[in-house]
């Protein structure tokens, strides 16, 4: 297991990277570098005197990081909804970015969400993103053509 840099060359002890694994053990097709989508920190060489590098944070998916306005960013959106103590008033959500100014948040309101709920939802994430925050009330979160219902949809490829 390696975190690598998106130039492919690893990285170091507490840059973020792309982690890939490689398995020689499959010998009808060995993975080489296989690209697993999850994103982490490395860490530094493993104490069992190896020398192989360990990975100090496994941060999440890809597919599931938002960007702040200065471009830091934050993984798995949702655990943010449960840190604010809002997750009881809403049944499904999605985080819809394509620039850095805007974010967007669809909300599957229940039955307690309210006008109230979703101006403090708004503020809470514009403090944390530094970004526009827009929250929108929908009846249900499309699928996408996968049959997936995504927590975030960005254009923001950066990691």
């Known amino acids: 297991m390696e975190v690598i840099k998106d130039d492919g060359e690893p990285a170091k002890p507490g840059e973020r990277g792309k982690i ?35 990975v100090k944070t496994i941060e ?30 809403i049944n499904a959500f999605q985080f819809i970015q394509n620039t850095f100014e805007e974010v967007t948040i669809l909300v599957v309101p229940n039955k307690s969400y309210n006008g109230e709920i979703n101006n403090k939802l708004t503020k809470y994430f514009e403090n944390l993103l530094g970004s526009k925050v827009t929250v929108m009330e929908v009846e249900d979160i499309l699928a996408e053509k996968s049959g997936k219902k995504l927590l975030v949809k960005s254009k923001l490829k950066l990691l």
Not at 62 to 73: C, L
């Open 20 to 54: 890939v694994v490689t398995n020689l053990a499959n010998y009808v097709m060995p993975l080489i570098r296989y690209d697993t989508g999850d994103i982490g920190i490395a860490g530094h060489s493993c104490s069992c005197d190896r020398g192989f590098p360990i």
């Open 60 to 89: 999440g998916r890809v597919a599931e990081f938002i960007f702040k306005r200065s471009g830091e960013p934050i993984a798995l959106p949702g655990h943010f909804l449960i840190l604010g103590n809002f997750i009881k008033y």
